[in-house]
């Protein structure tokens, strides 16, 4: 996953790694608390849907609780920008819309197909062939949307621990007196937390199969295309 990721990093980003076409470098953005609000914003609803989907979704308990979730924190955020500059928090944008939707879409569709199986395993007899082919199907259907999903949750998480606070520190001096958010500031060792998630997703990675690997890989690039929406907020024009 690191190294499809690095791939898709400007040489801005990432010298060694990076091959994406140049964009405005974060030394040269200027947003205001209003557009820096709204990019918060819009995070917010992403994590959210993020941590929702993790706790309801059977297949996800490794990722529940891992020291890494932002909702909290954000919503903290939210609160300081009202009481510190009388900025109340705004309606979510469309870049923030668009990714939570997508991101639900996702465990929708999974949540639909388990629900059938369950009802189609309470009418069979468990040794039939459609018992069987179900039960294959089910697994198929593992190769597909938990692959996409956790592409997006390691990109989004684990790029929010490096190039997110590069951005929060310069956010911080730029808008709010050098002040750091609780966004970019985590309950014990991030690094400790990291290790621990990246093991969790190299051990269900393991039962994917070259499929389901090959299908989390390809994901890299909408991780990509729909963070970068977020981030227009303060990019601006590229």
Not at 120 to 140: C, I, L, R, T, Y
């Amino acid at each position: 996953l690191r190294d499809a990721a690095m791939k898709l990093h400007t040489v801005d980003q990432a010298p060694r790694e990076g091959k994406a076409p140049a964009q405005r470098p974060v030394s040269n953005w200027a947003p205001g608390r209003v557009e820096y609000l709204s990019f918060l914003r819009d995070s917010l609803e992403v994590y959210t849907a993020f941590e929702e989907i993790i706790d309801k979704t059977e297949g996800l308990e490794g990722l529940r609780d891992t020291g890494l979730e932002r909702s909290e924190a954000l919503r903290k955020d939210m609160k300081f920008f009202e009481d510190k500059y009388k900025l109340k928090m705004p309606k979510v944008g469309q870049p923030g819309r668009a990714y939570a939707t997508y991101l639900r879409t996702l465990a929708d569709k999974q949540a639909d197909k388990q629900a059938d199986g369950q009802q189609n395993e309470g009418q069979q007899d468990p040794n039939s062939n459609n018992a069987v082919n179900n039960a294959n199907d089910n697994a198929n259907d593992n190769n597909d949307w938990l692959p996409r999903f956790v592409c997006h949750y390691y990109n989004h998480y684990f790029a929010h621990t490096a190039g997110g606070r590069m951005i929060g520190k310069k956010m911080g001096d730029l808008l709010l007196d050098s002040h750091t958010l609780n966004f970019y500031q985590w309950s014990g060792d991030v690094r400790s937390h990291m290790e621990g998630v990246k093991n969790e997703i190299d051990g269900m990675a393991e039962g994917w199969g070259e499929e389901g690997r090959e299908i989390c890989l390809e994901e890299t690039g909408n991780t990509f295309r729909y963070a970068g929406g977020l981030l227009a907020y303060m990019r601006g024009p590229t």
